[in-house]
């Protein structure tokens, strides 16, 4: 069945503009994630097959040479929309030379659709290398199904483009025209667009992916430190003590609290109390072990749970982690130093199959208050 030229141009633009336009509505507000300059690769694709389909009504340096061109371009601005995805700057030589090269070697081509179907097909298939490349090369920090949508989308296009580059040096060229109308135009015609599809929802789905693991990963972590939060460490409570109360293992808590925080941020401010938490958040993970878990209880408070270990074991850690707090030297911006401290509550909780999670924590914060009466920067064991 061949497809009617005219009508497959105006479907490839309408449905490319019309993902330009939602992409577009999708990316405001928004443009470093990448979507902004897909929205603008996108624009690019419906202005090349304009042009391309004007051929003959419009003079042929600007169907040929912009209508490529602009083709080209589309390629360029969704390499340069994918490394932004990943907050990688885009190397604007890479990306931008093939479109100038395409451009130019156009410029000795207009009357030779043989090498000019063979430099495009070239040119477009390792345009859409570079972003299979980076997907590839970043296929571990990508989370979702998007990925597999957009590359499958780029990987089909470059064999496309691969396959009209070789079908033109077996010069069958004259098939492989726009206005031409055959059973390989329309199959190319149908694979363009199956392929823009697949490009543009793997675009969306990736931007949207991303979105809900970060929004995911708000909701159990705390931005400042990166540690738990008081949800996920809780959650982690509970799970580790119903573990304990089956393999009568000891599970031991610390509360910890930095002593006399409110007047750190009154002498200093905010900005430097912000700098003490992360530093006592980064000496007390950098001190536990892997089995270890830790998390920003609430304010200047953290709770750390240890698995297998008895109360004197938890004792010893925390002692460790307060002689380690205590001996840093934080600077402030001023040049000033801050002279941090911690006191840490030390509670095992391997016997107490009937405690609930607020009494857990409560006889921790109970050893903690003890630790605090009797003159900070101590440990004190509930």
Known sequence: MNLHPPTMFVTIVTVSATLAVLVGAVSAGKRGDGLFSWAIALLFHALAYVLLALRGAIPDAVSILAGNAALAAALAMFSDGLFRFYERPPPRLMIWLPVALLFTLFLFMLDDLKLRLVFSGGIYSAQCLLPLYLLFRENNNTVGRGKYFLSGGLAAAALLFAARCVMSLANAAPALT??????????????????????AIGMVLMAKERSDARYRDLALHDELTGMDNRRAILRSLDQQAALARRSSQPLTLLMMDIDLFKRVNDTFGHIEGDKVLRMVADSITARLRTQDLVGRFGGEEFLAILPGTSAE???????????????????????????VTISIGVHQVSDASGSTLNELINAADQALYRAKDNGRNRVEIG
């Open 178 to 199: 726009f206005q031409s109308a055959n059973q390989i135009q329309s199959f190319l015609f149908m694979a363009a667009i199956i392929c823009l599809l697949l490009i």
């Open 313 to 339: 074991g938890g004792f010893e850690l925390a002692e460790a982690l307060r002689n380690g707090i205590a001996g840093a030297r934080l600077k402030a911006t001023d040049g000033r130093t801050i002279q």
